[in-house]
């Protein structure tokens, strides 16, 4: 083997120095590293785990925002639905409040014009009867005409 440059007794050193380093990196080294990467999984398991509580969390909230929404817009149709009609019943009740305002002052006015014309007819009259009896008293001053007053009155 000399001639090919093999030499046996170096092929012998360098792998009794191979097996040394590679128990010597077995027993120190590979179990440190081993260690290291199963706690290197254990924290890539664990952040998946705590990322897919994080999903399911956020669909729990994402639905329950949902049912509070939905919720607070049947409530709102309802507020407006009784805020309107309230509204629409204070409308009517101040509608007919006004009609009949407006009656009872159309009535009013039209018994004082009533009884401002009588008052009116009745001065026509006393003024008109005056009148008559002022021209009487003159005509029968005048003794054009012969009139009883207390026939008359």
């Known amino acids: 083997m000399d001639a090919l440059g093999i030499n046996l007794l170096n092929i012998i050193v360098y792998s009794v120095l191979f097996l040394i380093i590679f128990l010597v990196l077995k ?9 290291a990467l199963e706690d290197r999984q254990k924290e ?32 709102k149709k309802e507020i407006l639905a009784a805020s309107k009609k309230q509204a629409d019943e204070e409308y009517k009740t101040l509608i007919s409040q006004a009609k009949e305002k407006s009656n009872q002052i159309i009535a009013d006015a039209q018994n004082i ?13 006393t003024q008109v009867n005056k009148k008559i009896l002022e021209k009487l008293g003159k005509l029968a001053q005048d003794g054009k005409i012969k009139v009883n007053i207390d026939k008359i009155i």
């Open 27 to 35: 027993i120190f080294f590979v179990p440190k590293m081993e260690k």
């Open 44 to 75: 890539i398991a664990k952040g998946l785990k705590f990322s897919e509580e994080t999903d399911q969390l956020r669909q729990d909230i994402e639905t329950e925002k949902e049912k509070v929404l939905t919720q607070a817009r049947s409530q």
């Open 113 to 125: 014009i009533s009884m401002d014309n009588e008052k009116v007819k009745s001065e026509i009259d």
